[in-house]
């Protein structure tokens, strides 16, 4: 046995996975898609080029990869003469994650599809290994030697290429890393030796560090495709050959030896096909953002059509910039919800084109004077929000609500985000949990109609308005009116 490091044999099963995998990442190359999707080309009138009917089709949700191995060994023999050998070896491994993607489609028809993307994500990893040995002799001594491995935990997020193929009546999913990323195995030996009449000799030390790539690698075998806007299923893969490896003579049992091993990797899937008028690129996203409810990855493309609703969590933030004949950017803030109306339309009717609900920035090219926005009214009733008030003065001390700042800024402090368009219109719209409501523009002119005030108010560049905190039956509308 080495001293520097715990040998293991290679993994047939495995090594074929491998095989598959790195073919798999070659034709992920020659399709574009081993990296962050490019922008968005213009939508094409053939469905059999990644659209149909002249939209854009994606496929959206999570792919999750977890891998578990586990094994227990203990051998044990002696002979007439009295001497001995005993041998146990201990084993727990785990590497897990889950991937928000966006898998944009380029070719689809109706059974046949190609579509890849990417997404990043944090991975558990752990690894322990231990192995003991003692052999005695009644005439050499006494020989014991230990090892010990261990990995370190994983720095950064993991980036993933994740590719849906269907064809002939079936589709597999498969997952590689776009990166390598590496993990440090250390590993240490002792060797102790006991010799009957002589001084014993000095024990052995020695530690050995390694970088080895994460294993984050799985394609699934075929599933039957059946056309419809849902994927999900999961594939399990029991690598068998491994055994042999850490149990040697295989998974026999008798009086002197025992193992126990198991080696699973599990890809699951949930994909919802989505397809829309026009295009959202992410810009730049933190914390948890969704779209009607499945996770929006960064960077990526997905399609936005009409009714589609934005949320983020607290702390959350997204910017967007949409592709389409109104070319326009959003900034969303934390704890926010934006529901689209016609952003992709080329003429805006008398729909809003967004429904608001927390902080949302605004820039658009340019809206005729239909171009309207709502924020929504999500204020409680004033007798619940004012014996809240009071409750918390009473109950929790003030400085606690002093530590801090608010999470989305009032229309007084807000500023145009950095690296926005000079040209077309900018604003920004804000509502409070409070009742409260608050609009600014950076550019252009809009009239605000706000239930709670007597008349529309109308805003030039460089102003704001701040609406009452109380309970409105309607939205508040802010329609646009020129630059």
């Given at each position: 046995?080495?001293?520097?490091?715990?040998?293991?044999?290679?993994?047939?099963?495995?090594?074929?996975?491998?095989?598959?995998?790195?073919?798999?990442?070659?034709?992920l190359?020659?399709?574009?898609?081993?990296?962050?999707?490019?922008?968005?080309?213009?939508?094409?009138?053939?469905?059999g080029?990644?659209?149909?009917?002249?939209?854009?089709i994606?496929?959206?949700?999570?792919?999750?990869?977890?891998?578990?191995?586990?094994?227990?060994?203990?051998?044990?023999?002696?002979?007439e003469?009295?001497?001995s050998k005993?041998?146990?070896?201990?084993?727990?491994?785990?590497?897990?994650g889950?991937?928000?993607?966006?898998?944009?489609?380029?070719?689809?028809?109706?059974?046949?599809?190609?579509?890849?993307g990417?997404?990043?994500a944090?991975?558990?990893?752990?690894?322990?290994?231990?192995?003991h040995?003692?052999?005695?002799d009644?005439d050499k001594?006494k020989?014991?030697?230990?090892?010990?491995?261990?990995?370190?935990?994983?720095?950064?997020?993991?980036?993933?290429t994740?590719?849906?193929?269907?064809?002939?009546?079936?589709?597999?999913?498969?997952?590689?890393?776009?990166?390598?990323?590496?993990?440090?195995?250390?590993?240490?030996?002792?060797?102790?030796?006991?010799?009957p009449?002589?001084?014993?000799?000095?024990?052995?030390?020695?530690?050995?560090?390694?970088?080895?790539?994460?294993?984050i690698?799985?394609?699934s075998?075929?599933?039957?495709?059946?056309?419809?806007?849902?994927?999900?299923?999961?594939?399990?893969?029991?690598?068998?050959?491994?055994?042999g490896?850490f149990?040697?003579?295989?998974?026999?049992r008798?009086?002197?030896?025992?193992?126990?091993?198991t080696?699973?990797?599990?890809l699951k899937?949930?994909?919802?096909?989505?397809?829309?008028?026009?295009?959202?690129?992410?810009?730049?996203?933190v914390?948890?953002?969704?779209?009607?409810?499945?996770?929006?990855p960064?960077?990526?493309?997905?399609p936005?059509?009409?009714?589609?609703?934005?949320?983020?969590?607290?702390?959350?933030?997204v910017?967007?910039?949409?592709?389409?004949?109104?070319?326009?950017?959003?900034?969303?803030?934390g704890?926010?919800?934006?529901?689209?109306?016609d952003?992709?339309?080329?003429s805006p009717?008398?729909?809003?084109?967004?429904?608001?609900?927390?902080?949302?920035?605004?820039?658009?090219?340019?809206?005729?004077?239909?171009?309207?926005?709502?924020?929504?009214?999500?204020?409680?009733?004033?007798?619940d929000?004012?014996?809240?008030?009071?409750w918390?003065?009473l109950?929790?001390?003030?400085p606690?609500?002093?530590?801090?700042?608010?999470?989305?800024?009032?229309?007084?402090e807000?500023v145009?985000?950095?690296?926005?368009?000079?040209?077309?219109?900018a604003?920004y719209?804000?509502?409070?949990?409070?009742?409260?409501?608050g609009?600014?523009?950076?550019?252009g002119r809009?009239?605000?109609?706000?239930?709670?005030?007597?008349?529309?108010?109308?805003?030039?560049?460089g102003?704001?308005?701040?609406?009452p905190a109380?309970?409105?039956?309607?939205?508040?509308?802010?329609?646009?009116?020129?630059?």
């Amino acid at each position: 046995m080495s001293r520097n490091h715990i040998p293991r044999k290679p993994r047939s099963g495995w090594a074929s996975l491998l095989a598959a995998g790195a073919l798999a990442l070659g034709l992920l190359a020659m399709a574009g898609l081993t990296s962050a999707p490019a922008d968005a080309p213009a939508p094409v009138e053939r469905s059999g080029f990644g659209g149909q009917g002249g939209k854009q089709i994606f496929y959206m949700g999570t792919v999750t990869l977890e891998r578990r191995e586990s094994g227990h060994y203990s051998f044990k023999q002696k002979s007439e003469s009295g001497a001995s050998k005993t041998i146990t070896r201990d084993l727990n491994a785990e590497t897990s994650g889950t991937w928000a993607v966006s898998l944009k489609a380029i070719a689809y028809e109706s059974e046949l599809v190609t579509a890849g993307g990417s997404g990043s994500a944090a991975v558990t990893h752990s690894h322990i290994y231990a192995e003991h040995i003692t052999d005695i002799d009644a005439d050499k001594g006494k020989v014991e030697e230990n090892s010990r491995s261990m990995d370190d935990p994983v720095n950064g997020p993991a980036r993933v290429t994740v590719m849906l193929s269907a064809a002939d009546g079936t589709y597999t999913i498969g997952l590689a890393p776009e990166e390598v990323l590496e993990v440090v195995r250390r590993s240490q030996y002792t060797r102790k030796e006991t010799i009957p009449g002589r001084p014993a000799p000095r024990p052995e030390h020695t530690e050995n560090a390694v970088a080895l790539p994460l294993p984050i690698m799985a394609f699934s075998e075929p599933k039957p495709w059946v056309t419809g806007d849902s994927l999900a299923d999961e594939y399990v893969f029991d690598d068998r050959e491994s055994a042999g490896t850490f149990c040697p003579g295989g998974m026999s049992r008798s009086d002197e030896s025992s193992c126990n091993y198991t080696s699973r990797t599990t890809l699951k899937w949930k994909l919802t096909r989505k397809e829309g008028e026009c295009t959202a690129e992410v810009d730049h996203s933190v914390g948890v953002v969704s779209l009607n409810d499945m996770p929006i990855p960064y960077p990526s493309a997905f399609p936005l059509s009409m009714g589609d609703t934005i949320t983020t969590g607290r702390k959350s933030r997204v910017q967007m910039s949409i592709k389409s004949a109104n070319p326009a950017k959003i900034l969303i803030g934390g704890s926010s919800t934006v529901s689209n109306g016609d952003m992709c339309g080329s003429s805006p009717g008398e729909a809003p084109m967004l429904s608001t609900e927390g902080a949302t920035f605004i820039w658009t090219s340019k809206f005729g004077e239909s171009g309207q926005f709502a924020i929504k009214n999500i204020s409680g009733n004033d007798i619940d929000r004012s014996f809240l008030s009071l409750w918390r003065r009473l109950v929790m001390p003030p400085p606690l609500f002093a530590q801090e700042p608010p999470e989305n800024p009032g229309p007084e402090e807000a500023v145009l985000p950095d690296g926005w368009p000079s040209s077309g219109l900018a604003f920004y719209l804000w509502s409070d949990p409070s009742g409260a409501v608050g609009v600014r523009m950076f550019r252009g002119r809009a009239r605000v109609e706000d239930p709670a005030s007597q008349k529309p108010v109308i805003l030039n560049s460089g102003e704001f308005y701040r609406g009452p905190a109380v309970k409105r039956a309607k939205d508040v509308v802010v329609v646009l009116v020129g630059s």
